[in-house]
Structure formats: C-alpha cells, structure tokens
C-alpha cells in the first residue's frame, strides 16, 4: 500500500526524506516558506507542488486534483512566550499562528493520520496563543482554561503620568514611530550600553547616516509647539548622541536617553502588534509602577486537543517525546511528536520502539571521521568531491557515505578563531579558553556551552543547531565543522545536497528533524494503517 503524503513546513526534507525511505508513501505536495529551503527541496524530491505559503494552500483544489491525502507530516515551528513580563520587543511570535494553520489543514483534508513535530517545549505552558477577537465567540476556545496575562509596556522607569491614556490612542500616533532602519542602529546601541567598545564601534559604523537622522529629529521637534513626551525623549536622545560623538564625555547620560526613547518606542510597537493581530486587549492597567495590556491566553495544546479530538473531526491523539539517539543518530535531539489517527480506525498509536540505547549508542566518530582527511571549501559552489569506496564500511559510514561529496563547506577561519579552536580540547567550549580570548563577546559570561564547542569522536554529540552560528569545532582539526559533517550528524546521507547560501545551509541543516527519527516514526504510523486494512 502506498500513502499519499503531504509535508507543511518541510524545510529541507528532513521529515520528508525519512518518510520517503519506508518505501511506501508518495509525497505529493509540500510548502516551505524558506526561499533557499525550498530550493533544496526541490532538487531532493523532486516536486511539483510546492507551495511558498501555507496560508494560501486550496486543500479542495490539492484533493480534486493529486486525490484524498492520507498522512499529513510537518513541524509548524511554535516559539511561544515564558511570561508577559519579558523583555522582547515583539509580543505575538507570528509563528504561533502557524500551529493553526496546520490544525486547518487537518481539519480540511481529513487524513487518516497526522504527525505534528516540534521542540519538547510544546508541553509545556510557555506556548499559548492570546485570545483573539474572534475568539470570543468560540464556545470550544473559551471553554479551555484561560489564564489572565500582563504584557509590559512600559517599565517603571519610563512610565510617565497619563500613559495610559496616551498609549490607548497608540494606532494614531504610529507617526511618531521610528522608521525600521533608525531603530535598528539605535537598538544596536542600546545593545551595547554595557560595552563601550563596542558601542563606539557602531556609533562610528553608521555615524553618517545616525547624525542625519537625529539632525532631522531635533528640527522636526524644533516645529512643534507643545512636544508630546515621544518627541521630547527623542530630542534629548538626540542631543546626547551628538554630544558624545563630539566629546565623548556623556556616556552614561547618552545610554539613560537611548533607553527612555527605545523604550517608548517598544511600547507602540508592542501595542501596533497586539492590535494587527486581533488581540483581545480586556485593559491598560498600572502594575507595580510599569504600564500593561492585560490580555488573556491558552495552551496551543489545549487548543490542539479541543478541535482535533471532538466532532466533527474525532481524532485520537497521542503525544511522545522521542531522542533521535534512539534511532541511529549519532546526537542527542529531543523531538515532540503528536500522532493523530481517525477514530473509526480503532487503532491506538505505538511510539517506535528503542533501536539503540546507553552502551551502543552511535558516536561522532561513526558519522564524520570517514571524511577527516577531506580538506573542506570555503565557499559555495555546484561542485562536488569524489569520495573512493570503502568496501569494509559499517554503520553509519556504509548508510550515509557517497562517492560524491557535496556541501563539504566550511567557515573561513580568522585569526582570533583559531587561537580559540587551538586552545580548545576535545569536550571543551567557550568558557574554558583565557579571558584575554573571550573579549570579542560583550557578556561572556552569558554565553552557552554551545559556543565554540570542540566535539568528542567517541561520544554522540548534543543537539545539532546552527553549528557555524555556535561554532563548532571539529573533534581533531583546527577547524569549524563543515556543513556536511553537520548534515552527517544529523543523518543526512551524502545525496542529500543542500542548496542556498553557506549561511543558509547551515541553518537548513541545524533546523531539520533527523530523518533516521523521521523514519521510525513513520515506520510506527505506516505500520497501524497497514493493519487497519488488514
């Protein structure tokens, strides 16, 4: 038997590509936002539909013309909030909706099942969704446990008399908000207020352009008979700025201005977002001395059990956290999956079992050591590396080893890089290396373990991320890990190219599910609807 399969948010093919190697399902459409993920996409499988836009997928069109989808995959990406008293910029992750727009394609074509993959978070009550306008008037929605949140939007130490009343006419004065490229420099700065090194560096970088600009700022206000408290924050920062680029004798009052005006600015913001996305605003209250929104919100689980599981959709779902080193991954990668079956199938889902376990678990060493002595490229180009066979591999190197070796790129190597990677053993990071070497960072100190790890070739490694973002360190060379051991890592087989940018790639490699996990899991599912057509 052979499942029509549509993957939502593939990515590179992660999920896909461990689907494709049961050799029972034809992937028939797929979508990924990603312009150089697609690319990738495109060149492993082939496909002909592959939409840009989840969000503008016509599932009645999908069905009437490629026929019934009976397995939909994909991992709609969920970042979620920890409090609505965090210090982010943004309030709503846009990619929060994406979750939804998942759920209406299930509740659309209808499958037999679905796998839904994500971060292990997912459980957790960090990702919830606000309740929206129309929300209210969903019986099932607000049925779920609606938890009251406050949002800050001003802190105390910006909060002025009659904010609130100020910032509830916020949509009118959006013509007070800073064009994106302005605050972009001043939020660099402000950035950097706790490393004046650095600070000095930008303010020199993009001086030109950042005295124009507050040139025009000081005149605009000039014009204006009574200032509103944004203008006249602005007007201070901008005086102090362009005092410090002449003296440089006010360092600490410049940053006290840019954090009043940056502030300000966040605060609109945050209250344009909540109100483009239909947020359900109940008040502006005062707490403890800062100004809130206080909204209300839910679990996107919650959410995801009370339309999945109740009619007129009638899913059975169950949740498992799976570790990709279970299943032949030479890494550690937690992986949430929430597996839907129809009801009527009268089948309840069994995770894959364990294939691999403490004591034989694959290495570093399995994946990667193959191609030690295969000196990398630095830069992106269509060609590849001819690889001789090797008659006598096993495991890893016999499942994933090619005769052409693409994507064998890695980061050019700077001088302060490589005294960090000769200073490092194998198993060590950034916070083992001399302080005289941790001054590129404005606060070391915060920086994770990940940074500037040195991997082990007898261990699995951790989780596989952006690894030239973290900048791993191969386990014997001088050197950061190419993009194909990272793939390697992540059991990508050497057939599998990668395309796009090296940055790109990268971080199409770091995103992907492993598709050794992807096949078990799909091995698990394939193997019940098998069975209920028994």
């Known amino acids: 038997m052979i499942y029509n399969v549509i993957d939502l948010f593939a990515g590179a093919g992660g999920l896909s590509l461990g689907f494709k190697q049961t050799g029972q399902v034809k992937i028939i459409a797929a979508a990924e936002n990603n312009v150089n993920a697609r690319k990738t996409y495109k060149r492993n499988f082939k496909l002909a539909r592959l939409y840009s836009d989840v969000r503008t997928i016509d599932y009645t069109e999908l069905q009437d013309t490629v026929g019934p989808v009976d397995i939909v995959i994909g991992g709609p990406p969920c970042q979620g909030f920890s409090n609505a008293n965090r210090q982010h910029t943004t309030v709503i992750s846009m990619n929060n909706r994406l979750v939804k727009e998942?759920?209406?394609?299930?509740?659309?074509?209808?499958?037999?099942?679905?796998?839904?993959?994500?971060?292990?978070?997912?459980?957790?009550?960090?990702?919830?969704?606000?309740?929206?306008?129309?929300?209210?008037?969903?019986?099932?929605?607000?049925?779920?446990?609606?938890?009251?949140?406050?949002?800050?939007?001003?802190?105390?130490?910006?909060?002025?008399?009659?904010?609130?009343?100020?910032?509830?006419?916020?949509?009118?004065?959006?013509?007070?908000?800073?064009?994106?490229?302005?605050?972009?420099?001043?939020?660099?700065?402000?950035?950097?207020?706790?490393?004046?090194?650095?600070?000095?560096?930008?303010?020199?970088?993009?001086?030109?352009?950042?005295?124009?600009?507050?040139?025009?700022?000081?005149?605009?206000?000039?014009?204006?008979?009574?200032?509103?408290?944004?203008?006249?924050?602005?007007?201070?920062?901008?005086?102090?700025?362009?005092?410090?680029?002449?003296?440089?004798?006010?360092?600490?009052?410049?940053?006290?201005?840019?954090?009043?005006?940056?502030?300000?600015?966040?605060?609109?913001?945050?209250?344009?977002?909540?109100?483009?996305?239909?947020?359900?605003?109940?008040?502006?209250?005062?707490?403890?001395?800062?100004?809130?929104?206080?909204?209300?919100?839910?679990?996107?689980?919650?959410?995801?059990?009370?339309?999945?599981?109740?009619?007129?959709?009638?899913?059975?779902?169950?949740?498992?956290?799976?570790?990709?080193?279970?299943?032949?991954?030479?890494?550690?990668?937690?992986?949430?999956?929430?597996?839907?079956?129809?009801?009527?199938?009268?089948?309840?889902?069994?995770?894959?079992?364990?294939?691999?376990?403490?004591?034989n678990y694959r290495t570093v060493h399995d994946a990667i050591a193959d191609i030690q002595d295969v000196a990398p490229v630095t830069e992106v180009t269509g060609d590849y590396i001819e690889l001789e066979a090797h008659p006598n591999a096993e495991g890893l190197e016999k499942e994933l080893r090619g005769r052409a070796l693409y994507n064998h790129i890695t980061t050019a190597t700077r001088a302060t890089a490589m005294e960090r990677f000769k200073a490092l053993k194998a198993g060590e990071n950034f916070h083992n290396l001399n302080p005289e070497l941790k001054t590129t960072y404005s606060n070391a100190e915060r920086t994770q373990n990940t940074i500037y790890m040195r991997l082990k070739y007898n261990e699995p490694c951790g989780t596989v991320v952006n690894v030239r973002k973290s900048m791993w360190i191969h386990p014997e060379l001088d050197r950061a890990i190419s993009i194909r051991e990272a793939a390697r890592l992540q059991t990508f087989p050497d057939s599998f190219i990668f395309e796009g940018t090296k940055d790109s790639q990268y971080q199409q490699v770091g995103n992907a599910v492993p598709p050794y996990l992807a096949k078990a899991i799909a091995d698990s599912v394939i193997n019940i609807l098998n069975k209920s057509i028994e």
């Open 102 to 359: 998942y759920v209406r394609a299930i509740c659309e074509l209808k499958p037999k099942a679905f796998v839904m993959e994500n971060v292990a978070m997912l459980r957790s009550q960090v990702h919830r969704f606000f309740l929206e306008e129309q929300d209210l008037d969903n019986e099932r929605i607000m049925a779920l446990p609606l938890s009251e949140d406050k949002i800050e939007l001003l802190p105390k130490s910006v909060n002025f008399n009659n904010s609130i009343t100020f910032l509830e006419n916020a949509r009118t004065e959006i013509g007070f908000a800073w064009a994106e490229s302005f605050y972009k420099i001043i939020n660099i700065l402000y950035r950097y207020r706790i490393n004046v090194s650095k600070f000095d560096a930008t303010l020199e970088k993009y001086q030109k352009k950042l005295v124009a600009q507050l040139d025009e700022i000081l005149k605009i206000t000039a014009e204006v008979e009574i200032p509103n408290v944004l203008q006249e924050n602005d007007a201070k920062m901008a005086r102090e700025i362009l005092q410090y680029i002449e003296q440089k004798d006010n360092f600490d009052d410049t940053v006290s201005a840019i954090s009043n005006s940056i502030l300000l600015q966040r605060a609109i913001i945050k209250i344009k977002e909540l109100t483009d996305n239909n947020i359900h605003i109940f008040e502006y209250a005062e707490d403890n001395g800062s100004l809130v929104a206080v909204v209300k919100s839910y679990p996107v689980l919650d959410y995801i059990r009370a339309i999945l599981e109740n009619e007129p959709y009638n899913y059975i779902l169950s949740e498992n956290t799976l570790n990709a080193i279970h299943y032949g991954a030479p890494q550690r990668r937690e992986r949430f999956i929430i597996v839907g079956l129809k009801k009527e199938m009268n089948a309840k889902y069994i995770a894959p079992e364990i294939r691999f376990a403490e004591g």
